[in-house]
């Protein structure tokens, strides 16, 4: 915990923090990590084939086969999240599922899902993007920044 | 009639208000769990056929209520009022509930403590003749409360082992003036306790502190010692709140037999087949758990008396995230077999 959000507890908050801390079973950062290194992997993998067999039987060249695959892994990514199958994934596999087009795929797909009750223009429309929404705003700001910091250095 | 209330926050009940019936609804996770036996109806569905969680929770909660009326043998109209919550924005799923029973409601709102917090208030009325009969219910339903305080259900984010798993269900109870079915004796309000946790994946660590401070002006103000019970419970402490509140009993010297005490969000589920992570929380775990599970054994003469204290988390999705802390509450309601029906027989 920061040190200037202690500062504001008072001494008995301060002294129950550190017992719950004690209390509270660590986060298993090592397995998360084994475990995303691998599911994350095997996306990449499974990506990899299709984009093969993409050029192999599809007729496109190396560059563009890259669209088609990676329709196909957002439509796996959805039909799975429609089945309920990509939560449960995930809660394995943590960010291995969540950092390739698959997780962003099921944050919009979720999203539409569990709003789809409140109507299809407030619920579904307004909501998909909330969980997607930032990713694309931060996203975007940092391609800003980072064009920028090319433009001084190199110049255009 | 002598003062109903003892000590700075507690009701003795003289003319103790009897639990003339209980009902409690499950969805298939909680059927699947080791209590599925001990509840009244299990559904295979947990959207139960409707087209939204929230209407899924209302019918819940509805369907427990009809049930606890019906097996008191009572119709709707000698039912005088119903007090009940849940965990949803308005308590829309309780009001939504109550719409077609068209019994005089009173919504109260205590997260998670609003099992005993209603059943409090129930036998406070009956016992002071504001009413013969009053129902009390809670609900929750774990994809409504997923959707509102966190991720929506279908989102695939990795929960920490400190996050606890909303019970889908809802418990009903019928309190009487007089019958047959265990009695309640006395019941202690709690007051709010913010230890300035913030993480909402961690809610039995807010919760703790605010059970013991519950459990030890109960034995104070009725100046009772813990052996009086069978058994103490809280309501959702789950894994890292239970063991923090086993801490605390043993640090501040409260005479606890912790061989007695348990905790409802530890026996909702089973640890190790079903992935809940801390264990159980929500308006449901200690409704059900206590109407369906613990009643059960006290009908069969295997518990006497026994102390249940609901812990509530007082947080909203808003408030987390502005940086605020949890301020958390609990209630304690001591319920006991009635000695004059020959409980037990």
Known sequence: ?156 | MTLMLKGRQSWVFERKPVIAATATVVGPFEGRGPLGNDFDIVHGDSLLGKDSWEKAESALMEEAANLAIERAGLRKEDVHFYIGGDLLNQITSTSFAVRSLSIPYIGVFGACSTSMESLALAAHLVNSGGARYVLAGACSHNSSAEKQFRYPTEYGSQKPPTAQYTVTGAGAALVAESGTGPVITAATIGRIVDMGIKDPFNMGAAMAPAAVDTMTAHFRDLGRSPDYYDLIVTGDLAKVGYSIACDLIQKHQLPIDLNKYNDCGLMMYDFNTQMVQAGASGCACSAVVTYGHLLRRMREGELKRILVIATGALLSPLSYQQGESIPCIAHAVAIEANPEAGEGA
């Not at chain 1, 801390?21 to 990590?33: A, G, I």
């Not at chain 1, 309920?84 to 809660?91: C, E, P, S």
Request: net charge positive.
């Open chain 1, 1 to 156: 915990m920061a040190s200037k959000t202690m500062q504001k507890l008072t001494p008995v908050q301060r002294e129950y923090q550190k017992l719950a801390q004690m209390h509270e079973p660590p986060r298993p950062v090592l397995r998360n990590c084994i475990r995303a290194f691998f599911a994350g992997g095997a996306i990449c993998v499974l990506g990899q084939a299709i984009q093969q067999l993409m050029i192999q039987f599809g007729g496109f060249d190396k560059r563009s086969a890259g669209d088609p695959t990676v329709a196909i892994l957002i439509l796996i990514s959805v039909v799975l999240t429609s089945m309920g199958v990509y939560d449960k994934f995930a809660q394995w596999a943590g960010a291995g599922s969540a950092v390739p087009v698959t997780g962003f795929a099921n944050s919009m797909a979720s999203s539409a899902i569990e709003h789809r009750s409140e109507g299809l223009v407030l619920g579904t429309g307004a909501n998909m993007f909330k969980l997607a929404g930032p990713v694309i705003v931060f996203g975007t700001v940092a391609a800003f920044f980072i064009a920028l910091i090319r433009l001084i250095l190199k110049g255009g």
